[in-house]
Each structure stands twice: as C-alpha cells, then as structure tokens.
C-alpha cells in the first residue's frame, strides 16, 4: 500500500483537524495520501499530501480515472452532501472494476440511503421509529405521466388525516435545502402547485418529489457509524438543535456532545437496530443518521450514506478519528466495534461576523480549541465556526474563562455565551 485516495466534494477545512491527522499518520507509515476535492482551495495544511482540484460536475468515471492516474493503491469516500455520495458510490463501482478498494458504501444501497423516501421504509421495517408521512410525486402533479385526476385530492386527505401541521422536504436533497413547513390546507395547495410562500407567482409543475410528514417537535440529535458488516463502531450521540414546525438553519444554534444520562441509556437499543440496518444494507464506511428525541423515544429522519455534519464534534468527545478509522479499513486493517466511549464536552458554535485572529489566538490560549475557521457552505460564508472541548468537572472553569474572554473582547457573544452556560450548569 503507497497511496490512498480521498475523495472530497466541499471545503476540506469542516475535517479540520482529523484528516490531517489521518493523513500524517499514514505518511508516518510511508503511505501517500491525495485529495480528489471538488469545492473549496485546500493548502498544505489543510491537506499535508497530494491535492487536486477537479471540476464540480466531474463525472463518476472521470472521478475514477483521475485516481486510478494518480497511482492509487485504494480510496476512501468522504464528500457531502449526499448528492455527492452519490457520485463516489458510481465512481467506487469503476475504481473497484480497476482492482482499486474504495470504502464507500455499495451503489445500490447508497441509492436507497438518498431517497428519504426509500429511508423511510427501511427503518420502518427495521423496527424505527419514523415520522408519519406520505410521498408526492412530482411527475403525477404535472401530468408528465398517467393522468390521474384524483391525485391531489388524495394527497389533501392523507394530509387531513395526518394533521396539520406538517413539513415537506424534497426527496433527493439534504443539508435541511428546500424543507418547507406546510402549516394547513392552504399551504398544502400551494406546495402542490408548486409556489409555496410567493402566492402571487403563477401555478406551476412542482420541481421534485417530496415527502410530507408529520412534525415531531423534540431535541434534534445525529450519530455516526462507521464500519463494515459484523465490526461498527457508533459514536456518540450530538446534540444539535430543536425541531418543530417551522425548518432552521443546520448551524443557527449550539451543537454539542456531552453527559445526557437518560438518552444515552435510551439510545442503545435503537443503536443495536441502526447497526442491524447498516449490516443488512451492506454499509462500508461512514453514515450518519438525523433523528429528534421526543417523548421518550428516537424518531429517525434520515440515514445519509456519508460523513455526517457533525463527525468533528463526535470525535472530539469521544477521541477517536472517522478519517483515520476509514484510512484503516482502506488498508484491509480492522476498525473499532461497538459504542464509542464519551470522554468529556465538545460544544460547536457560529460567530457570523467572524472572529478576529487576535480573539482566536487569545481563545485558544483560554480553552481547548478543536478547530475555528470560516463555515463555507455552497459558496457563501455564513462567518467562523468554532468547536472546543472540555473534560467533565471543567464545566464551572471553562464558563468563567468564556465571560472573561467575552468582557474583554465581545466574544463569544452574549446569546452564545448564555447558552453555553445554561448548558454547562445543567
């Protein structure tokens, strides 16, 4: 083994700093390491290894044969969002049929895994718990098939018998992109007509199919896994926001990992039952399930075959490393199994100003910073995320080291510091 390939299709800053990581410790080991990215410039130290940058609409095969030039001996899959999974998922089919290991779950399950639809089902026969809710075809709307004129009004009465209110999410998309909140009859009509909340657009073929489902308001939370059949390891569970009837922005809120007795004592049966469904789909590599914790229970709203969005905050509660975990399983060795101990606080945050280097250094010099850099997303800058760790006990010590830090510099500002406090004096 000399190279292993990782494909990338957003900024590879958001693996900060557990690839590079991964990546020094293969080149310890006389291994090269090359970034296949898509999005986003990436430096030496950002990626300590070869780098190029492909086209954003490069081809899964084109994506193949880039690699398979470079010389490498295997690949590992690490792109988001799952359109982009997607993409590796083909491209693994070509690299595999060159002799070229790619850890990356197969095509066929990938297809299921981004087709919530499809996701719903699996889970649902797995035992899951899911949200209620029904599919809307978009080519039965527009009439670009069979002409069936009691469609929308078979549509109103799943949706009357639902409840209102409800949430549409399109049914190839992830990263919360075009959820909608469907709060009664009215809006129902305008989502189907394709010009929810600009009512005076004219009526038109809805763009996608969707999934209208019943809101579960609770704590939003996500886990990785990671493995292969018979050996997975889940990371802890983070924290990641609140849900409800209306969609927010993945990163508005605090996310964190930490003690939360009673839900990690509840999860571990529907973990057992993730990792089932990962063994029967044949998962390879990483997935990372969204779920809302609501009266009691784990409610699953997706399984995305993919890194997960907050992979950074499970690892740094919990001290392992995804990337270097996938790296191991592209070199044919064996990765952790089972529950991943939690060992201390990790808590992410969104300045959306950003934050001056001066402030970051003297953070850094306060507590124990993870990462911070600038969150960029499709393009556009939504300011710098930070994400920090503490050991349980630290929790007194590390809020007085944020308000003297805020006192002095206005950061964090005072709604994320209330936060954090509220958090950490639970």
């Not at 990790?346 to 306060?366: C, Q, S």
Request: hydrophobic share 45%; aromatic share 6%; net charge negative.
């Amino acid at each position: 083994m000399r190279k292993i390939a990782f494909l990338r299709s957003v900024g590879i800053r958001r693996a900060d700093p557990y690839v590079q990581q991964a990546v020094r410790a293969l080149a310890a080991e006389g291994i090269e390491a090359g970034l296949f990215h898509t999005s986003g410039a990436a430096g030496a130290e950002d990626f300590p290894g070869h780098r190029r940058r492909l086209d954003r609409g490069v081809t899964p095969r084109e994506l193949a044969d880039a690699v398979a030039a470079w010389g490498a001996d295997a690949a590992v899959s690490i792109s988001l969002p799952c359109e982009n999974a997607l993409r590796d998922a083909a491209a693994k089919a070509f690299l595999e049929a060159e002799g070229i290991p790619t850890v990356m779950t197969p095509l066929a399950a990938t297809m299921l895994l981004v087709d919530k639809w499809e996701t719903k089902q699996l889970c649902e026969r797995a035992g899951l718990a899911v949200p209620e809710g029904f599919r809307v075809d978009s080519d039965l709307l527009s009439g670009r098939g069979l002409a069936v004129p009691g469609y929308r009004d078979a549509l109103r009465l799943r949706a009357a018998r639902l409840g209102y209110p409800l949430m549409a999410k399109p049914v190839w998309d992830s990263t919360s992109a075009g959820i909608r909140s469907v709060r009664g009859p009215a809006d129902l009509d305008a989502y189907l007509d394709g010009y929810l909340d600009t009512p005076s657009a004219a009526p038109g073929p809805h763009a996608v199919s969707a999934v209208v489902e019943q809101v579960v308001e609770g704590d939003l939370c996500s886990v990785d896994i990671v493995g292969r059949p018979g050996s997975y390891q889940v990371l802890p569970l983070c924290w990641t926001g609140r849900a409800g009837a209306e969609p927010v922005f993945t990163f508005a809120g605090l996310r964190w990992c930490g003690p939360r007795e009673e839900e990690d004592a509840a999860f571990a049966a529907v973990a057992r039952t993730l990792v089932d469904l990962c063994g029967s789909l044949g998962v390879y590599g990483s997935v990372n399930v969204d779920m809302v914790y609501s009266g009691g229970r784990f409610v699953v709203l997706e399984v995305n075959p993919r890194i997960g969005g907050a992979t950074t905050l499970s690892c740094a509660a919990s001290g392992t490393n995804t990337f270097t975990s996938l790296a191991r399983m592209a070199r044919g060795l064996s990765v952790p199994a089972g529950m991943a101990r939690r060992t201390g606080w990790a808590i992410e945050f969104l300045d959306t100003d950003g934050i001056p280097e001066a402030v970051v250094a003297e953070l850094r010099r306060t507590v124990r910073v993870v990462t911070a850099h600038e969150l960029v997303i499709d393009g556009a800058s939504h300011g710098d995320i930070v994400v920090i760790t503490l050991a349980e006990g630290e929790e007194e010590r590390t809020v007085k080291a944020l308000t003297e830090l805020h006192e002095a510099t206005g950061f964090p500002t005072t709604e994320v510091l209330v936060k954090i406090s509220t958090l950490l004096n639970r």
